[in-house]
C-alpha cells in the first residue's frame, strides 16, 4: 500500500515557475515508476511526466517537454515536478500516480494516486 500527498500547487503568472512534491509513505516507495498526470475543467485526465524506479529514465508528454522535469529522492520517498515557462493551458489538477509498470504512460495502469493539488497559471 503506497499513499500519496502533493503539495506546492498555486496560481502562478504565465512564465512563472512552480515546484511541485509528491510525499509517499511506505518503504517500498523506491520500487515504483512514478507519473504525474493532469486534468483541467471538462477534458480527461492526461499523462504529463514519469519517472522510473531508479531515476535513471523518464518519458514526457511533447506539450511540456523542454519546460517540466521530474526528477525523485528515492531516500526522501518524494517525486518532484519542476515546472518552468508555465502556459495558462497548463492550469489544471496535477495527480502524482504510483505503479509496478515500467515506465508507463497508462493512467489506468498506475494503482496509487494523490488527491490532487491545483494549478493556476493566469494570462
Known amino acids: 500500500q503506497v499513499q500519496l500527498v502533493e503539495s506546492g500547487g498555486g496560481l502562478v503568472q504565465a512564465g512563472g515557475s512552480l515546484r511541485l512534491a509528491c510525499a509517499a509513505s511506505?518503504?517500498?516507495?523506491?520500487?515504483?515508476?512514478m507519473g504525474w498526470f493532469r486534468q483541467a475543467p471538462g477534458k480527461e485526465r492526461e499523462f504529463v511526466l514519469a519517472?522510473?524506479?531508479?531515476?535513471?529514465?523518464?518519458d514526457y508528454a511533447d506539450s511540456v517537454k523542454g519546460r517540466f522535469t521530474i526528477s525523485r529522492d528515492n531516500a526522501k520517498n518524494t517525486v518532484y515536478l519542476q515546472m518552468n515557462s508555465l502556459k495558462p493551458e497548463d492550469t489544471a489538477v496535477y495527480y502524482c500516480?504510483?505503479?509496478?509498470?515500467?515506465?508507463?504512460?497508462?493512467?489506468?495502469?498506475?494503482?496509487?494516486w494523490g488527491q490532487g493539488t491545483q494549478v493556476t497559471v493566469s494570462s
Open positions: 500516480a504510483a505503479t509496478r509498470v515500467v515506465l508507463t504512460t497508462t493512467p489506468h495502469l498506475y494503482n496509487y
Open positions: 511506505g518503504r517500498t516507495f523506491r520500487s515504483y515508476t
Open positions: 519517472i522510473s524506479w531508479s531515476g535513471g529514465s523518464t
